[in-house]
């Protein structure tokens, strides 16, 4: 158990409300990502963080932004939700130590946009 | 962009069998992990293999990472129900901050 929870762990919003995800972690992991996943694409990178203040985009990170204020909680924020972002969003740490890019990943936010 | 191709996608097998399901890239990875994931959970961390070649055994699971750092398989020896679920397979990279998933290999093993 890696210590990750997510927040809520469903949720139902409407097109163009303002959306936000929250990760918790309790080992103080430097390292924080937050992915979807949709069928037939498998996990997908929208934004990481590798410290306080510390973020960076990926792969698909357009309508999504993220904050990270303290080392336990990563953010994710969808500003205005469309349906394409209907999915689920995983949050992950990365392992410490010699821990070869392992991941570790919370259980998941289901979000329907309708 | 690193990109990993899983298959099959599917497979659908009675207890018992045999199966390997196969992780394919033309680019070389620091390491390669698989994952499993059961409906409503976050994926799991079975296995990571880092050197080209290496083989690692997980009771009846084997892992495989190709010579060349680029592929890897796994195969499940005499499948049972419980290995029912979705097999992730990710390819590190970027000094070992970064993961690349596969699209994933969803397995029904039927009693």
């Known amino acids: 158990d890696a210590g990750i929870t997510q927040s809520p762990r469903h949720k139902v919003t409407e097109t163009g409300t303002p959306v936000t995800l929250r990760c918790h972690q309790t080992?103080?992991?430097?390292?924080m990502y937050w992915y979807r996943q949709d069928p037939g694409h498998g996990l997908r990178l929208i934004h990481y963080s590798y410290g306080v203040k510390d973020t960076d985009k990926g792969e698909v990170s357009d309508g999504y932004s993220v904050s990270r204020s303290k080392t336990e909680d990563f953010l994710l924020t969808l500003e205005s939700a469309t349906s394409s972002q209907t999915s689920v969003y995983f949050c992950?740490?990365?392992?410490?130590?010699?821990?070869?890019?392992?991941?570790?990943f919370g259980p998941g936010t289901r979000l329907t946009v309708l | 962009t690193q990109l990993l191709e899983q298959s099959p996608q599917f497979l659908s097998i009675q207890e018992g069998e045999n199966l390997t399901v196969y992780c394919n890239s033309s680019s070389v990875f620091s390491s390669l992990q698989w994952y499993r994931q059961e409906p409503g959970e976050g994926p799991v961390l079975l296995v990571t293999?880092?050197?080209?070649?290496e083989v690692k055994k997980l009771k009846r699971l084997t892992f495989q990472f190709g010579d060349a750092r680029k592929d890897s398989s796994l195969h499940i020896t005499a499948a049972q129900p419980g290995d029912t679920g979705l097999y992730l397979c990710a390819g590190g990279y970027n000094a070992g901050n970064m993961l690349t998933f596969g699209g994933g290999t969803r397995l029904m093993v039927k009693p």
């Open positions: 080992e103080n992991h430097r390292y």
């Open positions: 293999v880092v050197t080209g070649g």
């Open positions: 992950a740490i990365k392992g410490g130590g010699k821990s070869y890019n392992e991941q570790f």
